[in-house]
C-alpha cells in the first residue's frame, strides 16, 4: 500500500508510541530495573531463592492489588489465558459450562470446551460484536464463563454472579481487564489473565485469582480420577505457587517485569487508582471521536465500552489503514482493529502504563493526519 506522504510535526508526537493491546507498552523504567538486577537474577535457577522471590512478589503484589479476601490463592502457570482454558475445561468445569460469547477471545473458550470429550455442549449465549450478552441461571450447568473485556471488540461486561447463591462456579477471562477495571473478588471464582496488557509484562504466564469454591472443586474433580496432564493440571500448580514456583521453567524476566508493574500500580493508589486512571484516558477517546464527524465509538452502548480497549469507527471516506500506517511509520503502533472483526476501525489500549498525555497527543496526531487526507 503507498501512503500519502504526509508529516506529522514531533511537537505532536507523544513521547512513547505504542498503544496496542498486548503486547503493550511496558514501562522503561521496568525494563532498566530489570537490566540493574539482571546479574544476579536472570540466568540463575527457578528452584533458588532469586527467582522464587520473584514468583512471590508478583503472588503478594496481586493479593494486596485485588484486595482478596480470605481464603482466595493466587495460581501461577506457564502459557497465558489460552492455556487456561484447557486447563479450566479439565479442572474447573464438572460437567457443563455456559458461556457469554461475544467476540475472540470469549468463542475460543466456548469453543475448547464444546472440544472437550468429557463434558456436555457448553451453553452459550451470544451477542453480536459491539455488544455483550447477559447469562441468566441456567438449569445444570456448573460453569459459567465470563470476560470481562472482550479485547477484539472494546466491550466489557460487570463481573456479576449470573445464579447469585448456586453453586456454579464464575470463571472470568479477565486477560485484557484485569488491573485495569474494579471489581468485586467475591463475584468470582477463577478471574485469570496473562501479564502482556494492564500488567505491562511479557506473554507466556497465566494468573488465576481462585476462590475457596474453585479451589474445592479442582481438588474434587481431581480426586475423582479425571486425567489431566501434568500442564494443565491445577493441583500441580496449586502445590508450587504455594511454594512461590511454576511447575515448568518459567521467564523469570516476564515474573520481574510483573512484579515492577506490580510494585508500582499499587505505589499510585492499587486498583482504584489504575480504573480511575483508565477510565480518564478512555474517556477522553471516547469523547474525542463522539466529536469528529468522521469518527464514533464502536461500542453503542456508554455502559458497556472497556475503559482498558477503546474502539473507535472511522467514516467509509477515512481508510483506518492510512491513518495507522502512516502512524505507524512515526511511531505510533498498534492501532489497528482487530484482524478479525474486519472494521474500519483504530482499536487503542489505555492501559494503566499508558500515559494521559499521549493518549491526548495520540487524538491530536490523528486529527492532523486526517485533516490532511
Ligand atoms: C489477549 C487475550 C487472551 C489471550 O492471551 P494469551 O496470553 O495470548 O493466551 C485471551 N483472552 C483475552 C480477553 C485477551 O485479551
Same mark, same amino acid.
Request: net charge negative.
Given at each position: 500500500?503507498?501512503?500519502?506522504?504526509?508529516?506529522?510535526?514531533?511537537?505532536?508526537?507523544?513521547?512513547?508510541?505504542? =498503544?496496542?493491546?498486548?503486547?503493550?507498552?511496558?514501562?522503561?523504567?521496568?525494563?532498566?530495573?530489570?537490566?540493574?538486577?539482571?546479574?544476579?537474577?536472570?540466568?540463575?535457577?527457578?528452584?533458588?531463592?532469586?527467582?522464587?522471590?520473584?514468583?512471590?512478589?508478583?503472588?503478594?503484589?496481586?493479593?494486596?492489588?485485588?484486595?482478596?479476601?480470605?481464603?482466595?490463592?493466587?495460581?501461577?502457570?506457564?502459557?497465558?489465558?489460552?492455556?487456561?482454558?484447557?486447563?479450566?475445561?479439565?479442572?474447573?468445569?464438572?460437567?457443563?459450562? $455456559?458461556?457469554?460469547? =461475544?467476540? !475472540?477471545?470469549?468463542?475460543?473458550?466456548?469453543?475448547?470446551?464444546?472440544?472437550?470429550?468429557?463434558?456436555?455442549?457448553?451453553?452459550?449465549? !451470544?451477542?453480536?460484536?459491539? *455488544?455483550?450478552?447477559?447469562?441468566?441461571?441456567?438449569?445444570?450447568?456448573?460453569?459459567?464463563?465470563?470476560?470481562?473485556?472482550?479485547?477484539?471488540?472494546?466491550?466489557?461486561?460487570?463481573?456479576?454472579?449470573?445464579?447469585?447463591?448456586?453453586?456454579?462456579?464464575?470463571?472470568?477471562? $479477565?486477560?485484557?481487564? %484485569?488491573?485495569?477495571?474494579?471489581?468485586?473478588?467475591?463475584?468470582?471464582?477463577?478471574?485469570?489473565?496473562?501479564?502482556?496488557?494492564?500488567?505491562?509484562?511479557?506473554?507466556?504466564?497465566?494468573?488465576?485469582?481462585?476462590?475457596?469454591?474453585?479451589?474445592?472443586?479442582?481438588?474434587?474433580?481431581?480426586?475423582?480420577?479425571?486425567?489431566?496432564?501434568?500442564?494443565?493440571?491445577?493441583?500441580?500448580?496449586?502445590?508450587?505457587?504455594?511454594?512461590?514456583?511454576?511447575?515448568?521453567?518459567?521467564?523469570?524476566?516476564?515474573? =520481574?517485569?510483573?512484579?515492577?508493574?506490580?510494585?508500582?500500580?499499587?505505589?499510585?493508589?492499587?486498583?482504584?487508582? %489504575?480504573?480511575?486512571?483508565?477510565?480518564?484516558?478512555?474517556?477522553?477517546?471516547?469523547?474525542?471521536?463522539?466529536?469528529?464527524?468522521?469518527?464514533?465509538? =464502536?461500542?453503542?452502548?456508554?455502559?458497556?465500552?472497556?475503559?482498558?480497549?477503546?474502539?473507535?469507527?472511522?467514516?467509509?471516506?477515512? $481508510?483506518?489503514?492510512?491513518? *495507522?500506517?502512516?502512524?505507524?511509520?512515526?511511531?505510533?503502533?498498534?492501532?489497528?482493529?482487530?484482524?478479525?472483526?474486519?472494521?474500519?476501525?483504530?482499536?487503542?489500549?489505555?492501559?494503566?502504563?499508558?500515559?494521559? $498525555?499521549?493518549? !491526548?497527543?495520540?487524538?491530536?496526531?490523528?486529527?492532523?493526519?486526517?485533516?490532511?487526507?
Amino acid at each position: 500500500m503507498s501512503l500519502p506522504d504526509i508529516t506529522v510535526p514531533a511537537d505532536l508526537l507523544p513521547v512513547d508510541g505504542r =498503544f496496542g493491546c498486548g503486547p503493550s507498552k511496558i514501562r522503561q523504567e521496568a525494563v532498566e530495573a530489570l537490566s540493574a538486577a539482571a546479574p544476579a537474577l536472570l540466568g540463575t535457577s527457578h528452584r533458588r531463592p532469586a527467582v522464587k522471590d520473584q514468583v512471590r512478589r508478583v503472588r503478594e503484589g496481586l493479593d494486596v492489588f485485588f484486595g482478596l479476601p480470605a481464603g482466595y490463592e493466587v495460581l501461577l502457570g506457564n502459557g497465558g489465558a489460552t492455556l487456561f482454558w484447557d486447563a479450566a475445561a479439565h479442572h474447573l468445569i464438572e460437567r457443563r459450562s $455456559a458461556h457469554a460469547v =461475544f467476540g !475472540e477471545f470469549s468463542t475460543k473458550f466456548a469453543r475448547a470446551v464444546a472440544g472437550t470429550p468429557w463434558l456436555e455442549e457448553p451453553v452459550v449465549v !451470544e451477542s453480536p460484536p459491539g *455488544t455483550h450478552p447477559v447469562l441468566e441461571p441456567v438449569e445444570g450447568v456448573d460453569a459459567y464463563a465470563l470476560t470481562h473485556c472482550e479485547t477484539s471488540t472494546g466491550v466489557a461486561m460487570p463481573v456479576r454472579r449470573p445464579d447469585p447463591g448456586g453453586d456454579a462456579l464464575v470463571l472470568v477471562d $479477565a486477560t485484557s481487564a %484485569a488491573g485495569g477495571i474494579a471489581f468485586d473478588p467475591v463475584d468470582a471464582d477463577a478471574y485469570y489473565f496473562s501479564p502482556q496488557k494492564c500488567f505491562a509484562s511479557e506473554g507466556g504466564l497465566w494468573a488465576a485469582l481462585c476462590s475457596p469454591a474453585a479451589l474445592d472443586r479442582v481438588a474434587a474433580i481431581a480426586a475423582s480420577g479425571r486425567h489431566a496432564p501434568a500442564t494443565l493440571d491445577l493441583t500441580v500448580a496449586r502445590d508450587n505457587a504455594a511454594s512461590d514456583q511454576t511447575y515448568n521453567t518459567p521467564a523469570v524476566a516476564t515474573l =520481574f517485569l510483573m512484579a515492577e508493574q506490580l510494585d508500582w500500580m499499587n505505589g499510585q493508589g492499587g486498583i482504584a487508582w %489504575a480504573a480511575q486512571s483508565c477510565l480518564a484516558k478512555s474517556s477522553h477517546l471516547y469523547g474525542w471521536a463522539q466529536s469528529r464527524s468522521w469518527a464514533a465509538p =464502536f461500542v453503542a452502548d456508554p455502559a458497556q465500552r472497556s475503559p482498558v480497549v477503546c474502539t473507535v469507527d472511522l467514516d467509509d471516506g477515512v $481508510a483506518a489503514d492510512i491513518v *495507522t500506517g502512516i502512524l505507524r511509520r512515526h511511531g505510533v503502533v498498534d492501532i489497528e482493529a482487530y484482524r478479525k472483526l474486519g472494521r474500519n476501525q483504530l482499536r487503542i489500549a489505555t492501559f494503566p502504563a499508558i500515559d494521559h $498525555a499521549d493518549v !491526548e497527543a495520540l487524538t491530536a496526531c490523528v486529527d492532523h493526519v486526517v485533516g490532511r487526507l
